[in-house]
């Protein structure tokens, strides 16, 4: 019998587990200097002169993102309603409210066209979700932005190594959060940052990060906000350090793996069952095809529980937001978001990650053919 393929898998390698026990012996394990050499690295790995700091997750660099674009009680943030639950969640947490948009059926992604048509007076902000490591058409949603005079905060959860037109995700825009969880492109076990570009904001971006502390040129000690604690530890930047340096290899791999699923779909299975295919800037966190169980004869449910038995690991990604509980009894409904409601009932992420062989790949693609006949 074969291995059991989990959807994803985090690459640790010896040099890196090798790393994270120095930083453990070295008598220093919370922030310090491995923090502060993951930042530069990103600055310099993202590009375009930016600035960066670390968080303990991308819903805390998220949260922060918003409160230092000044986003409060009787503002409007618009977020797409295919994403995971955390882009709106802290539009909750910061005491604003959300305004769902649809995406695109294949790219799972939001447009300039549709943050216009739902842009009203409270609307301060946008959440551009780069959705699968697809990058968002951006260059029109910032000229949209700053016609209205609004914030955008990117969701760049997936994005981490994504371009958009020969540009890194986060060497340009607003505000830009990206995630470094285990089933993110690169890890720190739990982790996040924060790209901004202007200098200005790095106070704030502190204090909400640690206590709202600040220190003056003598190392006299103020507190001058109620922040949060959001440090990331030295001990997950120095495994971010490692994943860092091996990213643009995990994300070929990616790349190449794609191509094989590519290759052994699209000439099988209805178009609109894949992903948009995008171009050598998708970074391809994951590979969640459409299926349509109301006419395959069974549940979502059902299909995964015959993938595991075959040894594949399933997962879901996303239900669509205005779905779920919290939002559904705040009045949402799904049903106006046709496409975000139809990839959250279809939805199903088949495995990819580095690690992975095109053989895997096969195998997955043979047991998906065989169990929609196709
Ligand atoms: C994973 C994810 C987040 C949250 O990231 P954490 O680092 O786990 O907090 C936010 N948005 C999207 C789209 C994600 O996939």
Known sequence: ????????????????????????????????????????????????????????????????ALRVAGIGP????????MTFSASANVVHRVGASVRFVDVGLRSRNTTAEAFGQ?????????????????AVDMDPVNQLAQKHGLRVIEDAAHAIGTS???????????????????????????????????????PRIEQERWHGITKDAHGQVDVVAPGGK????????SLGRGQLRRLDEFNTQRRELIDQY?????????????????????????????????????????????????NIGVGIHYPCVPSLSFYK???????LYPN??????QTVTLPLFPLMSRSDVDRVCDELLELTQC
């Open 74 to 81: 009787g503002d409007e943030v618009l977020v797409p309603a």
């Open 1 to 64: 019998m074969t291995n059991f393929l989990p959807f994803t898998r985090p690459t640790i390698d010896e040099t890196m587990i090798q790393e994270v026990t120095e930083v453990l012996r070295s008598g220093w394990i919370t922030s310090g200097p491995q923090v502060q050499s993951l930042e530069a690295e990103l600055a310099a790995y993202i590009g375009g002169e930016r600035h960066v700091r670390t968080l303990t997750s991308a819903t805390g660099a998220l949260e922060v």
């Open 118 to 134: 739902a842009i009203s007076p409270k609307t301060k902000a946008l959440m551009p979700v780069h959705f699968a490591g697809l």
């Open 262 to 310: 590519f290759h052994r779909l699209e000439s099988r299975v209805p178009a609109d069952w894949l992903p948009e295919r995008g171009d050598v800037g998708h970074s391809w966190h994951i590979f969640a095809p459409l299926l349509p169980f109301d006419q395959l004869g069974y549940t979502r449910l059902e299909f995964i529980s015959r993938m595991k038995n075959k």
């Open 230 to 237: 959001y440090n990331l530890a030295d001990v997950a930047a």
């Open 340 to 345: 975000a409601a139809r990839i959250g009932e």
């Open 329 to 335: 009894n705040l009045g949402h409904d799904a049903a």
């Open 164 to 202: 958009y037109q020969g540009r890194r995700i986060g060497s340009f825009g607003d505000l830009v959060c990206f995630s470094f969880h285990p089933n993110k492109n690169m890890t720190t076990i739990e982790g996040g940052a924060i790209v901004y570009a202007n200098p200005a904001d790095t």
